[in-house]
């Protein structure tokens, strides 16, 4: 079954702890991405790697880490510099590492984190 | 900074009627458009791609049209079913740089009732 998969759907995180979302496809795409959605308002690009050891920041990549060891993962720490980390999370990944302008975006179906 | 507007945010119909979503965007120097679909608590699905170069795409009862010089895109959906209701989302991919870096609008919440 061929897709995107986050993991956990909820996550919930103490003040000052770091937290990692999971991210893995069995697509064989090249490019990975985070965006963060908080209600009434659209997604937005947190981080993105265009291939593997390579990753760029996005519009709001503060308090935030990412890593691209493995092709197939992309995983998103939350650190505790975020102050404000609850809103749903979302993976997606594309085929190319050069795009092309038919390129779809294929996403996963998200975590939910908040704050205790 | 491309920005992206989506109106309206809401949206009810009876079943069966033909619709139209709105999404108009500031910077006409765009890559491509994506329309999105997204249920609640869930991801994103795909549901129309279109070209910096064409004017339209259709899928099925969907129909997306864009109109760079304007900076709009419009997506129609015809006979409308309560499975259509979801929110829609309108992103546009920048032109410059690498990577594809989505601008996204906030939404449609479209509800078809019975």
């Known amino acids: 079954d061929g897709g995107i998969t986050q993991s956990p759907k909820y996550l919930f995180r103490k003040e000052g702890q770091n937290v990692t979302l999971s991210c893995e496809q069995n697509?064989?795409?090249?490019?990975m991405y985070w965006y963060r959605q908080d209600p009434g308002q659209g997604l937005r690009l947190i981080y993105y790697?265009?291939?593997?050891?390579?990753?760029q920041k996005g519009d709001i990549a503060e308090g935030y880490s990412v890593s691209r060891e493995k092709k197939e993962s992309f995983p998103l720490t939350v650190t505790s510099a975020q102050k404000n980390p609850t809103a749903f999370y979302l993976c997606?990944?594309?085929?190319?590492?050069?795009?092309?302008?038919?390129?779809?975006?294929?996403f996963g179906s998200g975590t939910q984190l908040s704050v205790l | 900074k491309q920005e992206v507007t989506q109106i309206p945010a809401a949206l009810s119909v009876p079943e069966g009627e033909n619709l139209v979503l709105n999404c108009s965007f500031t910077?006409?120097?765009?890559?491509?458009l994506q329309w999105f679909r997204q249920d609640p608590g869930k991801g994103l699905t795909s549901l129309l791609l279109?070209?910096?170069?064409?004017r339209e795409q259709t899928s099925g009862r969907l129909n997306a049209s864009l109109d760079k010089s304007s900076g709009r895109s419009t997506l129609y959906i015809a006979a409308s079913q309560p499975g259509d209701s979801a929110t829609y989302l309108c992103?546009?991919?920048?032109?410059?740089?690498?990577?594809?870096?989505?601008?996204f609008g906030t939404g449609t919440q479209l509800k078809v009732e019975l």
């Open positions: 997606a990944s594309s085929i190319s590492r050069q795009r092309t302008t038919n390129e779809k975006l294929f």
């Open positions: 697509l064989n795409h090249d490019a």
């Open positions: 790697s265009q291939i593997v050891n390579d990753f």
């Open positions: 910077d006409s120097a765009i890559y491509n």
């Open positions: 279109i070209q910096s170069s064409q």
């Open positions: 992103a546009v991919n920048r032109l410059t740089g690498g990577g594809n870096k989505l601008t």
